[in-house]
């Protein structure tokens, strides 16, 4: 979620560029810098910490120049110091960028051997490399920017100046969001329309896979494929409310998309790219003396443990506890001595979780907290806070929070594994490419939602939906019933495949919609014979599987639809989505309120 944005303008940027970081803080960050073209070349202010401190920095140090890019950065490779703040800088190049270069270390290794020389920790200063490299070819910015793109791997967006082009942004967008303003003889660019506001009302918003080459008189976009393409320009309105969903209908819609970008922030701060492992901060345990790992949450975070207990035992090999924080601390459990207990929480208040807390404290156990907002009061009383990068998640019904959620505990699982010896470094080494692919396989399992909208239409007038899932798939299908019930009001429950036949099978009847979420995974041939149960008692299956199963199901009656194939590890996060997507498109059919549907609170702080 860090904030991007850039100016073509008809005279001083700099102090432009400043105000728009200002409306982009709600995006979180710990670093910050702006870089123009001055008197043809490039010219670059960083500071870590606040803006104010890059704010003082140009009071002291200021910068000319009526072309310019500017960000807030999350340290993700690399820790929050100047070297690695953006915007990075090659003598021809300037870039700033969200997300992860998936092959950045291949990338890196390449260009070196050209004898360009890295200055920072970070995968985004190979892009300026890179590009840099390409124009040295003899080839024009636009040239060596479609060159670029077709050798870059991940989930990204990134805006990019040439001291060359003093007439010249470049922009791409692969599932991270990037909006370009037209206004009157000048043109922005921002990883949002909030930063843009203030400046320009029409906003075009690329899509995937585009890149864009903007001047002060327009912008020409190509496709993925390279083809010029339109793209229309929406009509902003100029409030925070509004612009803050871009040009998504609801916030929960905008912050679904957003989910490539926010699991790649999250990534890139537990993911070192040099050493191609999974770095947590210093734990304050040793795994081995470990006797129990208790997981303790509410409602979507519950099922985020759910799914890290499977994790933890197969992986790891460890003993772990998964419990409701509502009825955990009355049942007044012992508990031994050095045991570790993880409680997870978007907000870091839920009033539930937090009393959980206090009693595994009193019991003497070591306390992690898992949340998305680094001062609050799990996080201050833990003895180690683990952080999830969404940024602030508006709408009610959480969906990028889970899906950073699992990414930190997947990656804490990794680390486990590794400090119990159940990981070999090649093992780790595996793993961790898995989840570096996971944002670009979520931008891609995003294409989904025009079939999730179609089928919604049919799920709408129903009264009762079941989920059913087996293994790590157990928990998404709760999950899934669970984002149902919040904003469509369908009754709706989720249930492990198997236990279908020990009661749930009598609730199926003609037209009942199941949705069977089933990865081509060890259990899939069991998962199959439950689905073959609901269709010959009438029900109406819908199957989210990848496209080895797929293959599988030809010639069922089930409606089929394909999630990238992914190993393991990662397949249970991108079947959250198309759930997700399911359950908002639902909603909408139905005219509910999706952000903010009845009864419900972002924030439970009362139990």
């Given at each position: 979620m860090c904030g991007i944005i850039g100016i073509l303008g008809k005279g001083p940027v700099a102090g432009r560029i400043l105000d728009a970081l200002k409306r982009l803080e709600y995006r979180g960050y710990d670093s910050a810098g702006i870089a123009t073209i001055t008197e043809g070349a490039?010219?670059?202010?960083?500071?870590?910490?606040?803006?104010?401190?890059l704010k003082t920095l140009l009071g002291s140090e200021p910068l000319a120049g009526d072309i310019g890019i500017g960000h807030t950065r999350w340290a993700t490779h690399g820790p929050p110091i100047e070297k690695n703040a953006h915007p990075h800088a090659t003598e021809r190049v300037a870039v700033v960028h969200n997300g992860i270069i998936e092959n950045f270390a291949e990338l890196r290794q390449e260009l070196v051997g050209f004898g360009r020389v890295f200055q920072s920790d970070t995968d985004t200063e190979v892009i300026a490399h890179l590009l840099t490299h390409l124009l040295d070819q003899g080839r024009d910015a636009e040239s060596a920017m479609a060159e670029m793109m077709s050798r870059l791997d991940g989930a990204f967006a990134f805006c990019a100046l040439v001291k060359d082009r003093?007439?010249?942004?470049?922009?791409?967008?692969?599932?991270?969001?990037?909006?370009?303003?037209?206004?009157?003889?000048?043109?922005f660019i921002g990883s949002d329309a909030v930063g843009l506001a203030p400046l320009t009302r029409r906003v075009v918003y690329l899509e995937e896979g585009d890149w864009a080459a903007v001047r002060r008189d327009g912008v020409t976009i190509h496709a993925r494929d390279g083809q010029v393409v339109d793209r229309p320009v929406t009509l902003t309105e100029v409030s925070d409310a509004e612009v803050g969903k871009g040009n998504y209908r609801h916030f929960m819609e905008k912050e679904i998309h957003e989910q490539p970008e926010v699991i790649g922030d999250t990534l890139g701060y537990y993911y070192n790219p040099i050493r191609r492992r999974i770095v947590l901060p210093p734990l304050p345990f040793r795994i081995a003396g470990v006797p129990r790992i208790t997981i303790i949450a509410a409602g979507t975070s519950f099922y985020a443990g759910m799914l890290a207990k499977y994790w933890l035992e197969r992986i790891g090999r460890l003993s772990v506890e998964v419990d409701i924080a509502s009825e955990f601390r009355y049942r007044q459990?012992?508990?031994?001595?050095?045991?570790?207990?993880?409680?997870?929480?978007?907000?870091?208040?839920?009033?539930?979780?937090?009393?959980?807390?206090?009693?595994a404290r009193s019991q003497g156990q070591i306390i992690v907290s898992l949340v998305n907002v680094p001062d609050s009061s799990m996080a201050r009383e833990a003895d180690l806070c683990l952080r999830t990068y969404a940024g602030p998640e508006i709408g009610v019904a959480s969906t990028k929070a889970f899906t950073t959620q699992l990414t930190v505990l997947a990656c804490l699982t990794l680390h486990l594994?590794?400090?119990?010896?159940?990981?070999?470094?090649?093992?780790?080494?595996?793993?961790?490419?898995?989840?570096?692919?996971?944002?670009?396989?979520?931008?891609?399992?995003?294409?989904?939602?025009?079939?999730?909208?179609?089928?919604?239409?049919?799920i709408a007038p129903c009264r009762d939906v079941l989920y059913l899932g087996r293994g790590a798939s157990y928990p998404i299908a709760m999950e899934g019933a669970l984002k149902l019930k919040e904003i469509s009001y369908i009754h709706a429950e989720g249930y492990a495949a198997g236990e279908m036949k020990h009661g749930p099978i009598a609730l199926i009847t003609d037209g009942v919609p199941v949705i069977v979420i089933a990865p081509s995974d060890e259990l899939f041939h069991k998962t199959a014979a439950n689905l073959q149960e609901v269709l010959a008692r009438g029900g109406r299956a819908i199957v989210l599987t990848d496209t080895e199963g797929a293959a599988k199901l030809k010639g069922t009656k089930a409606r089929v639809f394909t999630v990238p194939k992914a190993e393991p590890l990662v397949a249970p996060i991108l079947f959250t989505i198309p759930i997700q997507l399911m359950a908002y498109s639902v909603a909408v059919a139905r005219g509910n309120d999706v952000d903010q549907p009845r009864n419900l609170a972002k924030s439970v702080t009362v139990e």
């Open positions: 490039i010219d670059r202010r960083r500071a870590s910490g606040k803006l104010v401190n003093p007439d010249l942004l470049l922009a791409a967008r692969q599932g991270s969001a990037v909006a370009i303003g037209l206004g009157d003889g000048e043109s459990p012992e508990m031994s001595p050095g045991g570790v207990s993880l409680f997870i929480s978007q907000s870091g208040e839920t009033l539930d979780t937090l009393e959980a807390l206090r009693y594994a590794r400090e119990h010896g159940k990981l070999s470094t090649d093992e780790m080494a595996r793993y961790a490419e898995q989840l570096i692919r996971l944002p670009a396989l979520a931008a891609e399992t995003l294409e989904l939602a025009d079939d999730m909208r179609a089928i919604a239409e049919e």
